[in-house]
């Protein structure tokens, strides 16, 4: 069982960063892949970006490619995601989630946090 909690989130103007954060309990953090996905008022919830399980591989939605990075730190049980050049389309409730295989398919994450509000707005 692995439980995640998300952190970071809040209102910023467009054009400026924002770091995310996942906390991961458990003692396996590394055995998982992790994802951050994020879904809009009337959306799916969509992939952001994916790692693998040691941070040597990534994958990201083409909309977010040259702005967000995806890491991890297994010492510290927690993945990350930084958010530069955010744009009012960014906007949505962004979730972590944690996969057995490293993957960019919802379906496949087998545990997922509560989320965390991003708003970009002027």
């Known amino acids: 069982q692995v439980q995640l909690v998300e952190s970071g989130g809040g209102l910023v103007q467009p054009g400026t960063s924002l770091r995310l954060s996942c906390a991961a309990s458990?003692?396996?953090?590394?055995?998982?892949?992790m994802g951050w996905f994020r879904q809009a008022p009337g959306k799916e919830r969509d992939i952001v970006a994916a790692?693998?399980?040691?941070?040597?591989?990534?994958i990201y939605a083409d909309s977010v490619k040259g702005r967000f990075t995806i890491s991890r730190d297994n010492a510290k049980n927690t993945v990350y995601l930084q958010m530069d050049s955010l744009k009012s389309e960014d906007t949505a409730i962004y979730y972590c989630?944690?996969?057995?295989?490293?993957?960019?398919?919802?379906?496949?994450?087998?545990?997922w946090g509560q989320g965390t509000q991003v708003t970009v707005a002027s």
């Open positions: 989630a944690a996969a057995t295989s490293y993957t960019r398919y919802s379906y496949e994450y087998n545990y």
């Open positions: 790692i693998s399980r040691t941070g040597g591989t990534t």
């Open positions: 458990g003692r396996t953090f590394s055995s998982y892949a």
